[in-house]
């Protein structure tokens, strides 16, 4: 699996709000676990639900964690919070304050896509609607501000490599799409006791907040546990998210009737989950 790191050189514009009340502990790494997220042990007793071949939920498996499971800036310094991650994932964050957290989630998507040469399928949407299409892009076709939309343009055809064009268009989503965008684009979750690897806990807003659903297991019962990875604001590591109501560090949420989800950073309701079109 290809993971591609962003020469980023704007700002973005719709993020998340890191809580004021964070600690500046030393992170204590958990127990020892292998190197790709999806050996990451369920609970006793609860199995991983098996993936369709080639799905998004097989492929989120397969990313690899980093051994420093410190969450660092896009400026390589320490998030003063190191209390809430399990695991960090071993993706480049970049050097400009772009991969904040709907990004973190539009970008594990379009990675997908990007790995399976399926590039018709990565697209994501402005505000107001307006598709930013990747394969539009490699045509050639840019999109700026015209007032308070966007519009589309014919800029320089002359295509460099593939990863630097896909590096470039997703410059352009981290600037123009966010939380708000994003909420909008998905599809809303009637029965949570359905998700599955891929869906994501979004509030939109300004700011709001995304964090994506990683992985799902189940018990001989059929109840769920799932993982939740985040990245934040400043832009930072992705990383999975521990369990603060639980006292081992587990990264894993028990699916109920609940309509809270407290994580460590940010409150969702059930009502929040979202699935893609």
């Known amino acids: 699996m290809q993971i591609l790191l962003f ?11 890191e809580n004021s009340t ?6 204590t790494s958990p127990a020892n676990i292998d190197s790709l997220l999806g050996n990451i042990n369920p609970p006793p007793g609860y199995h991983r639900i098996k993936q369709p071949v080639g ?24 998030k003063s919070n190191q209390d809430a991650q399990f ?13 904040q957290c709907a990004d973190a989630v539009m970008r594990l998507r379009a990675e997908y896509f990007f790995n399976k040469g399926m590039d018709d399928s990565i697209c994501f949407h402005d505000g107001d609607g307006t598709a930013i299409a990747f394969a539009k892009w490699l045509k050639g076709v840019r999109w700026r501000e015209n007032g308070n939309h966007l519009v589309a343009y014919q800029g320089n055809s002359t295509i460099s490599t593939r990863v630097k064009e896909f590096q470039n268009y997703l410059e352009t989503v981290f600037t123009y ?20 690897p891929g869906d994501v806990f979004i509030k939109g807003g300004f700011p709001g907040h995304a964090m994506i659903i990683v992985d799902v297991a189940e018990n001989d019962r ?8 985040q990245s934040y604001t400043p832009a930072q590591d992705i990383h999975i ?21 407290e994580t460590p950073e940010w409150t969702f309701e059930i009502t929040n989950l979202k699935t893609w079109n």
């Open 7 to 17: 020469l980023f050189a704007v700002a973005t514009l719709v993020g998340c709000e």
């Open 22 to 27: 964070t600690s500046n502990a030393v992170f």
């Open 55 to 78: 799905s998004f939920g097989e492929w989120l498996r397969t990313i690899r964690l980093k051994k420093d499971r410190h969450v660092y800036l896009y400026n390589g310094r320490l």
């Open 87 to 99: 695991a960090v994932l071993d993706i480049p964050v970049g050097n400009k304050d772009l991969q």
């Open 177 to 196: 799409c966010g939380t708000f965008s994003l909420s909008n684009e998905l599809r809303k979750i009637s029965e949570p006791g359905k998700m599955k």
């Open 222 to 229: 059929g109840e769920k546990v799932f993982m939740l990875a």
């Open 241 to 261: 998210v521990r369990n603060p109501a639980e006292s081992d560090f587990t990264p894993w949420y028990k699916l109920s009737e609940q309509t809270v989800i």
